[in-house]
């Protein structure tokens, strides 16, 4: 009885998570709506409570460009990915296998798509939603720590503002390509988010190179930018530490991403 109740849980956990997937999918357009007002409007509330506000329409440009660019910069992602992997594209798999772990049974392309264990459903729904929920949740820290400056602001602090609103701007960009890539289940996604992990962690090299060249810059901000950049570090191996043994391992991964299954004795 034990056995049957824990597979029924399965079945439904499986799928309500599929049913999730495929109301988001369906609805993408109206959250990405949601998501350009909602990210102008924190822009302006911040331009206009800012120190010195600015005074012209240059200055107001100058102001809101950052804050466009990472609001856009998802947006891009995403219409790149899906316009590249429309929906019931059959897509090739790579030349050239890396996934070399455990015993596999080539299936093909038509019996991987009529697999029960194909598509974003179970732990693989998750990875795909979490994804998407990074990209506002960094936008969001960068918020927080960032106040909107103008040109009279210390060097240090114009080059950190940069630096760290073209990390949210560019990482922005590729978790959506690859949040993409898992909903239209791309045999290329692992290898996408494996190059996002990669990415994520240059750039935070490139903030602390950035920023720690600028002049004046405080002992006190320094001190606090290295544990945000290790932080940042540490969160992006904690992510590959759970997920890559997932994506190497898990029967739906494989399924679906490399249209193979466990071999059976």
């Not at 990210?39 to 804050?67: D, R």
């Not at 503002?161 to 949210?168: F, K, Q």
Request: one cysteine or more; aromatic letters at 10%.
């Amino acid at each position: 009885m034990r056995i049957k109740i824990n597979w029924d849980w399965e079945r439904i956990l499986l799928r309500r998570s599929a049913k999730a997937i495929h109301t988001l999918d369906t609805r993408l357009d109206l959250v990405i709506r949601i998501w350009i007002c909602a990210i102008l409007l924190i822009g302006f509330v911040k331009i206009l409570h800012a120190p010195v506000g600015p005074v012209g329409i240059l200055p107001w440009v100058q102001s809101i460009m950052p804050y466009l660019l990472v609001c856009l910069a998802p947006v891009a992602g995403y219409r790149v990915a899906s316009g590249s992997f429309p929906k019931r594209l059959l897509t090739g798999q790579p030349a050239f296998r890396l996934a070399q772990i455990g015993q596999w049974r080539d299936l093909g392309v038509l019996r991987a798509h009529q697999h029960s264990a194909f598509g974003p459903a179970g732990l693989l729904a998750s990875l795909t939603i979490g994804l998407l929920l990074n990209i506002p949740v960094r936008t969001l820290e960068l918020f927080t720590a960032m106040p909107a400056l103008n040109a009279e602001a210390p060097v240090w602090a114009i080059t950190l503002n940069i630096a760290m609103t073209g990390d949210v701007i560019v990482m922005n960009f590729f978790y959506a390509v690859c949040f993409a890539m898992a909903l239209r289940s791309v045999p290329l996604f692992p290898r996408m988010l494996l190059f996002a992990w990669g990415m994520d962690i240059m750039m935070q090299f490139v903030i602390a190179r950035a920023v720690t060249s600028a002049p004046d810059l405080p002992h006190h901000i320094r001190t606090l930018l290295h544990h945000l950049l290790v932080g940042n570090i540490d969160k992006v191996l904690i992510s590959a530490f759970i997920w890559l043994p997932y994506l190497l391992l898990s029967e739906r991964a494989n399924v679906t991403f490399r249209w193979r299954s466990a071999r059976t004795a």
